[in-house]
């Protein structure tokens, strides 16, 4: 038997932390979409116990460092199940660039091998083993617009984003995740993203109120370190994007537009400066 789930991308249009837990995890505040930017994680059922990952990216790992692995250890975990899966995963998404693909991945799997294995487990229970794999797994078994809190395991779906268009530039560097949530400084964060305003915006479907307060409070603190981001988000704003802000911990940065034309302009204009550059529309993958 064999099953294909998608994984898209996801980009934070709001990104807050509020304090940090006594175990180091830190406490979200974020607006997250997905866009359609997307992975396909086949999954194969095989004779043995074994857990096979294969890729066709050179440099990801295929053993249990890979996020697709983690998520069928967790899942056989749970269930008591004792049988083996291949898992092929055709990579689109940049590696390590904020905008969660391995994350997309592992979630893929898990509702993936829900279906395949007829688990019956809905969205929430899967969201809340995704936890175990990574703070972005819970919202990518979604992936719907939705607002997370928490350590991430807290999803609550939106409205559909009114219609609009997506630039994605991906300079040239990859971030480690790890060591940008390392260097985050409450008493030093002087501005945090309006994220109520930015959730009545999308309530509302007001462009105006939604691109006034997107905001991503680790910004700063990856383009200390890599000045290429304010580089490319100042070209975003220069070619007509309506905002642009960094996703994640970086260092994509996203441009939205209103306008399909203008969309185009910033993109072919974008590619000349960065080799990475994707034009992409929101998604709503549970939206038939
Ligand atoms: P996050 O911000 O959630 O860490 P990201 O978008 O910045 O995500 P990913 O592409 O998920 O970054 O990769 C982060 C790290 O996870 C990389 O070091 C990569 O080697 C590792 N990884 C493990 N499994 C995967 C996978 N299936 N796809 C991509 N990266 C993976």
């Known amino acids: 038997m064999q099953i294909v789930e998608k994984a898209p991308a996801k980009i934070n249009l709001g990104l807050d932390t509020l304090f940090e837990h006594p175990n180091g995890d830190k406490e979200w505040d974020m607006v997250m979409t997905s866009v359609d930017l997307a992975d396909y994680v086949m999954l194969e059922s095989l004779h043995t116990n074994r857990i096979e990952v294969v890729t066709d990216s050179g440099f990801l790992p295929n053993d249990r460092r890979n996020l697709a692995f983690q998520a069928v250890s967790v899942l056989k975990r749970y269930c008591h199940i004792d049988r083996g899966v291949r898992i092929k995963i055709r990579k689109a998404i940049p590696v390590a660039a904020g905008l969660g693909g391995g994350s997309s991945d592992a979630a893929a799997v898990l509702r993936g091998l829900n279906r395949m294995w007829d688990l019956h487990l809905d969205l929430a229970t899967l969201a809340r083993l995704g936890l175990q794999v990574d703070s972005d797994v819970p919202y990518c078994v979604y992936s719907q617009t939705a607002h997370v809190t928490g350590k991430g395991d807290v999803v609550t779906p939106l409205p559909k984003l009114p219609p609009m268009w997506i630039i994605l530039a991906k300079p040239k560097v990859s971030v480690s995740t790890p060591n940008i949530l390392r260097q985050v400084n409450y008493e030093r964060i002087d501005q945090h993203p309006q994220i109520d305003a930015l959730l009545a915006g999308i309530q509302q479907q007001d462009f105006a109120e939604i691109f006034a307060n997107m905001g991503n409070v680790l910004e700063p603190i990856t383009a200390k370190r890599y000045p290429e981001i304010l580089q490319i988000k100042r070209q975003l704003l220069t070619f007509g994007a309506d905002a ?16 399909q034309s203008r969309a185009q302009r910033v993109y072919n204009s974008l590619k000349g400066f960065c080799r990475e550059v994707y034009l992409v529309r929101p998604v709503n993958l549970n939206e038939h």
Do not use: D, E
């Open 244 to 259: 642009a802000q960094m996703s994640g911990t970086g260092p994509t940065v996203f441009g939205v537009c209103r306008k």
